[in-house]
């Protein structure tokens, strides 16, 4: 398919594992944006991808959580030492990326993490 | 900070008749404002956008958004719902980066 892909769609773990979600973005896209969506609330911000660099870390919540991307393509948002008010619904969303260009962001199915 | 609100919790209509989800928002400057839509279990689908110029934006599936700088507001509407249009609707403004600021989210009932 041609759109955002995230994998897994469902995590369940045990507090205190790490998580390691994954996304991969539409192909040419050169901005990818993860959110966090905590049950019956909107998305929060968490970081922002230009290319491999991430010039907008500042919706991380914490030290425990980190993410990388390989050139222009897929990212990996790992969450080490999980705790319970990690639950929730990860959302990968990618864009064509020239800042100030205004394009619609394209969003994953999202990966829903249980922390039991 | 650009933000947006949206009043509403859930908003119950009856099929065939308008829908409107309404949207107000905060920003330093012109806003860059989005509606985006999300089915059970699925990411969020893009609607329609208003970046500049006519006030009335028109976008997917037959909604369309009025933008009203001296209300700050920029409500959602289509004129006959659908059973399907049951979902949660999220407004959003663009910040710097491109990244969005979401609202709380509506969640739209439309009764057969």
């Known amino acids: 398919g041609a759109g955002v892909s995230q994998s897994p769609s469902n995590k369940v773990t045990e507090k205190g594992k790490d998580v390691e979600l994954r996304c991969d973005p539409i192909s040419g896209h050169t901005a990818l944006y993860w959110y966090r969506q905590r049950l019956g609330q909107g998305l929060e911000f968490l970081i922002y991808?230009?290319?491999?660099?991430?010039?907008?870390k500042s919706g991380l919540p914490s030290d425990r959580f980190s993410a990388e991307r390989t050139g222009e393509s897929v990212s990996t948002l790992t969450i080490q030492r999980t705790q319970q008010e990690d639950s929730a619904v990860y959302l990968c969303?990618?864009?064509?990326?020239?800042?100030?260009?205004?394009?619609?962001?394209?969003f994953g199915d999202g990966t829903r993490l249980s922390i039991l | 900070a650009q933000s947006v609100a949206q009043p509403e919790d859930q908003v119950n209509v009856a099929e065939g008749n308008p829908l409107t989800v309404k949207c107000t928002y905060s920003v330093s400057g012109n806003p860059y404002l989005f509606w985006y839509v999300q089915y059970p279990n699925r990411g969020l689908q893009f609607l329609l956008k208003?970046?500049?110029?006519?006030?009335l934006v028109k976008g997917s599936y037959g909604f369309e958004a009025e933008f009203n700088k001296s209300q700050t507001s920029f409500h959602l509407k289509k004129p006959s719902a659908l059973v399907s249009d049951s979902a949660l609707y999220f407004c959003?403004?663009?910040?710097?980066?491109?990244?969005?600021?979401f609202g709380k989210g509506n969640q739209v009932v439309v009764i057969p």
């Open positions: 969303a990618s864009s064509p990326g020239v800042v100030g260009s205004n394009q619609p962001q394209h």
């Open positions: 959003a403004v663009q910040e710097g980066n491109n990244r969005l600021a």
């Open positions: 208003y970046i500049t110029g006519d006030n």
């Open positions: 991808f230009q290319g491999n660099s991430a010039p907008d």
